[in-house]
């Protein structure tokens, strides 16, 4: 078989894919559209480009070849597959010649209709939070190498991360346009949580460029889709994953409303002395957030931030300074601290709520 492709277009299409990993890409067309799809056990990718080409199936693409068209120029490539089972790829006089096993194919099922659309820069922001956690685990018995996702009735959809010491959640209802509501969310009753490999769900929410992406699961599979020609299906996994619901706190009795970034300021200025113990001290009264670190061989250091809290009855606890990390990507300008028991979980909320955390204290 011979054919003649743009090469950009082809580029495009297997960079698109490429976040999976494989070993290789597979190309499909049906003469007026050209399906890139790569897969490993554990994940799968599929993007589309209009093309106009004669028809042809299972063409085997190595990662090598997507090197060879980043440095080309040309603007068209040849491709030609050969008896031998191997391929051969042309741009002005020069050639690379593929020969690879068959990918793994994408997973097409029937897809249970529940599920909803959230933009891609605030499901990005969401992954981040809670894969930063998730990836950040504190030892094999609190290891929970899994960001979860629950689509619950009426189309709410959660992203929740945890590394045993802190768990964040970022909850939506909808995205899009109210006359798009019903084609974005579809749901007969309730859905199932499920759960997807930290690293990899980072990896998906960085493949998505803008718009918006829809989440959907069936038979063991999450499946991506975003308004871009892409779509991913993910193996689903929510082994040893907490009841979100069950561990995030209510509000508690002493409550104090901080600026975010300010707060992430302190935290970090204080825990420039922190040792492996990595350990700070917060206390907020009616004068402001006073941070203490006590590092066992640089020293001690304190940082104070005044700021208008009200009349507040003080709130003090000991924490790793990792475990605020997730503040980094919310949006919310303020952030609401609130604890009833300063051994138990402190809760941290925005203030309307849409974005939660529980945070275990360093008793």
Known sequence: MKLELDR????????RVSFVGAPATRLDSDGS???????????AARATAAVKMVAFKGLVVKREVVRFLTESTAKCVAIETNDDGSTLFVADGARVRSRSPETLGFPDRPLIPVGCAVRV???RAAVYAASSLARRAVGSSLAIETVRFDVSKGGEF???GTDGRALSVRLWTLAGPPDDRDEIVRTYG????FGVDARLAARISSAFGSGLVSVRFCDGFAYFNGSEPLEVAATTNVDRFPDWRKVVPEKGDRVVCVDREKLLRVVRAASATADEKRRVSLRFDATGLTATCVGAEIGTSEVVEPFDSGNVDALSFDVDPENLRFLESWNAPSVEISSSDPVKPFRVASPDGRELAAVMPLI
């Open 158 to 160: 959660a992203v929740v």
């Open 8 to 15: 950009k277009i082809l580029l495009d299409a297997l960079r």
């Open 121 to 123: 820069d605030e499901f």
């Open 33 to 43: 559209k050209l399906v890139a799809t790569a897969a490993v056990s554990t994940c």
């Open 190 to 193: 309730t859905s199932e949580p």
